[in-house]
């Protein structure tokens, strides 16, 4: 499964129509972009702020109502695309 690739650098996955992103994303520990455009996710797991290597998130043309909680707890997001709330 791809949550087993610990020393996955970049993950991209774009256009997938993905809803959900599992719990299980905290294993992919080396992870330093992570993007996920064009897709119907509406929130994002806790779990994403054990990536700690993360430096760049996409999360262009989803389904977000406000804006993921990640942005409040996370400092070391230096690069961040976001561009469609849906209101």
């Known amino acids: 499964a791809i949550y087993d ?26 992870l330093v972009l992570l993007d996920l455009d064009f897709n119907n996710l509406s929130r994002l797991p806790i779990d994403i702020v054990h990536l700690k290597n993360l430096k760049y998130l996409s999360l262009s043309s989803n389904n977000f109502t406000n804006v993921p909680f990640v942005f409040d707890i996370d400092e070391n997001i230096i690069g961040t695309i976001f561009d469609s709330l849906i209101y």
């Open 5 to 30: 690739l610990h020393n996955l650098k970049k993950l991209i996955i774009h256009n997938c129509q993905l809803s959900f992103l599992s719990t299980e994303i905290k294993n992919l520990e080396n």
